[in-house]
Nanobody, 123 residues
Framework: QVQLVESGGGSVQAGGSLRLSCARH????????IGWFRQAPGKEREGVAT???????NYADSVKGRFTLSKDNAKNTLYLQMDSLTPEDTAMYYC?????????????????WGQGTQVTVSS
């Protein structure tokens, strides 16, 4: 069993930055895809960025060049550095993990989810 615990959300003005953290607890198996999804009110959950067990990353077009994934293996923690935030980035952000060699785009493919952390960007 895997538990994911997110932190780091908050409120920021447009152009600002936030860093989200996702700490993974439980199963020591290393072959997981792990990443971030977000859901704004009235919208479907969408992928933001993922990292596979080899360290390969994928980013949604809307965040490329602004968001960066990194990982601290010693702490089993994934980070999402979010820069140049815009009001369109406002959403609940969820960390997710699944046993995949190549990270799928669909949220339905991920078995484990954190509780979510709110990011609010004001103009």
């Amino acid at each position: 069993q895997v538990q994911l615990v997110e932190s780091g959300g908050g409120s920021v003005q447009a152009g600002g930055s936030l860093r989200l953290s996702c700490a993974r607890h439980g199963d020591a198996y290393s072959g997981y895809c792990i990443g971030w999804f977000r859901q704004a009110p009235g919208k479907e959950r969408e992928g933001v960025a993922t990292m596979d067990s080899r360290g390969n990353t994928n980013y949604a077009d809307s965040v490329k060049g602004r968001f960066t994934l990194s990982k601290d293996n010693a702490k089993n923690t994934l980070y999402l550095q979010m820069d140049s935030l815009t009001p369109e980035d406002t959403a609940m952000y969820y960390c997710a993990a699944g046993r995949w060699w190549d990270c799928p785009e669909s949220a339905d493919k991920y078995n484990y989810w954190g509780q979510g952390t709110q990011v609010t960007v004001s103009s």
